[in-house]
């Protein structure tokens, strides 16, 4: 089989030709309602499905489209990457860290991921944007695990104490301090947790949790790239309030919020 690596140089030279980008600066992941506030940055002036290019398996989730827009803020070239995958669905930490290798071949430096989670403090609830300081992996696996990676990436041993960047992050709350830090725990899904498990969370100091972004952080990290993680918390995580939890809530928070995430985008791609 080809390497990760192989297969995400690949993909990023389709990229390339397919939306005449050489070399992008910054790429987002767009989480669960993070597309429609990103897409208000500015018009594409590409759009690649992402089920053509190499490597990419098709999202099965609802409100996941797979597709790479490609946008000009103002001469940053950005890469909005829609259609993330998860372990839970089947996926192997590898194709899951996949779209992020590939944009990070396609040049970019600095990798945004953005997720919807689920939050452990009541004083951070639903709407809530919260910038990721680092991360517990409950997944048990990595997109390190397999063969060592290749010349010219470092060692799979990769160094994670700087993986959600202090610069990014610094110049993230100078710019919007309205925002708080928290550490988002990684779980697998994709049953919610259980109140006990929540609990668990708690105490290991975790204060959001999440079925992604890990996996693409580490793999981001590993491949040189600067990482900046952003959560918008849909709902508070299980037994912190006396409500049930439901997929059809985390849309809605999602819609609600997309005018005030394309706003707080604008102010950070400047200071990326
Ligand atoms: I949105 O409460 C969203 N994603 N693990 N737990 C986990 N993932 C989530 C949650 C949650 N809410």
Same mark, same amino acid.
């Given at each position: ?158 160094? +994670? ?11 993230? +709350? ?76 985390? +849309? ?21």
């Amino acid at each position: 089989m080809t390497n990760p690596y192989q297969l995400a140089t690949e993909a990023a030279d389709e990229l390339r030709v397919r939306s005449g980008v050489d070399a992008y600066d910054v790429a987002i992941v767009l989480g669960s309602g993070w597309k429609e506030g990103a897409l208000a940055l500015g018009t594409p002036f590409a759009e690649v499905a992402t089920g053509t290019l190499r490597g990419f398996v098709a999202p099965t989730v609802v409100g996941h489209a797979g597709q790479i827009f490609s946008i000009d803020v103002q001469g940053v070239k950005i890469a909005l990457v829609s259609g993330r995958v998860h372990l839970y669905e089947g996926n192997t930490a590898d194709q899951v860290a996949h779209p992020v290798r590939t944009v990070i071949a396609a040049g970019a430096k600095t990798v945004v991921l953005t997720n919807a989670c689920g939050g452990i403090d009541l004083t951070k609830g639903p709407g809530s944007v919260v910038v990721i300081k680092d991360h517990i992996n409950l997944t048990a696996t990595s997109p390190m695990e397999g063969a060592a990676p290749p010349a010219p990436y470092g060692s799979r041993f990769v160094d +994670l104490t700087d993986l959600y960047s202090r610069r990014l992050r610094t110049a993230v +709350l100078a710019t919007a301090p309205e925002l708080s830090e928290g550490v988002y725990a990684g779980f697998r899904g994709p049953h919610y947790e259980t109140p006990a498990e929540i609990a668990m969370a708690r105490t290991m100091g975790a204060t959001l949790v999440g079925m992604s972004t890990v996996l693409e952080a580490i793999a981001a990290r590993h491949m040189g790239a600067e990482v900046l993680g952003l959560s918008l918390v849909s709902n508070l995580a299980a037994g912190v309030a006396d409500a049930p939890l439901s997929h059809l809530e985390v +849309l809605e928070a999602g819609q609600k919020a997309a005018a005030s995430l394309g706003e707080l985008l604008a102010r950070l791609i400047p200071v990326l």
